[in-house]
């Protein structure tokens, strides 16, 4: 299906302390011009359809609030988001320090290795008042394995170039997804799968929107044992010995459920024939 048959929705989440100029970017990304007084945010959403990479994209982005008495409401948006801006300004270095902790959050909802996020950091044009080092913004980047862009919102520098870096960022971890690579959300264990719920695609060339997953063992064919007793002909015989040997019986079709021992477990215990 083409850009311009299906109009893909990316929920974009821009998050980061009070202060840190969220609502400015946001609202100049979306309306073109600067906010420049200080109201502190709740939650507040915006969209904007745009051309990236010449694909057809429709931007959901909520704005959220930075204040540590709302931090109840982060684990939602943190749950629904494809991908998170994560904002400091340069002028403060307590912005700064605490985008680990919004990473490591992101991380823990989405249960995933990685995920697509962009760094950013913002008020460059305040050179003067500047409390956090380029190099520094850049070795945190490094550190989470993402994207790193320093924006103005007041001079409009990086503005449309960090949510669509965003967006790039969401592609490319969907293909990543899609193509089974480990780099995408974290490496599978051996004897894992995925299995997922949540919104259904009904084009199958799409990656779906709003997944929540959760690995349960998988035996492959090859591998797969039920563990029975040894059975006697005679009716009469005695009560089995529980320590009798137990044989092992391949089964021949794949299974996807979870078995509630472990391998070890269950060449130690042995089941009746019905």
Known sequence: MSGAAFLREYKLVVVGGGGVGKSALTIQFIQSHFVDEYDPTIEDSYRKQCVIDEEVALLDVLDTAGQEE??????????????????????????FEEIATFHQQILR????????????????????????????????????GCRFIET?????????EAFSDLVREIRKYNKDQQAGRPGAGGAQSMGQ???SGGKKCYDTHLPCEKQ???????????????????RTKSSST?????????????????????????????????????
Do not use: W
Request: net charge neutral; charged share 20%.
């Open 70 to 95: 709302y931090s109840a409401m982060r684990e939602q948006y943190m749950r629904t988001g494809e991908g998170f801006l994560l904002v400091y300004s340069i002028t403060s270095r307590n912005s």
């Open 109 to 144: 909802v989405k249960d995933k290795d990685t995920f697509p996020v962009i760094v950013v950091a913002n008020k460059c044009d305040l050179e003067y008042e500047r409390q956090v080092g380029g190099h520094e913004g850049r070795d945190l980047s490094k550190h989470f």
């Open 152 to 160: 103005s919102a007041k001079q409009r520098i990086n503005v449309d």
């Open 193 to 195: 799968m995925k299995v």
């Open 212 to 230: 929540e997953s959760s690995s349960v063992p998988m035996l492959s064919h090859s591998h797969a044992f039920v563990t029975l007793a040894p």
């Open 238 to 274: 005695p009560p089995r010995n529980p320590h009798a040997p137990c044989t092992n019986v391949p089964v021949t079709t794949s299974l996807h459920y979870s078995l509630l021992a472990s391998p070890s477990q269950q060449s130690s215990r042995c089941l009746d024939e019905a």
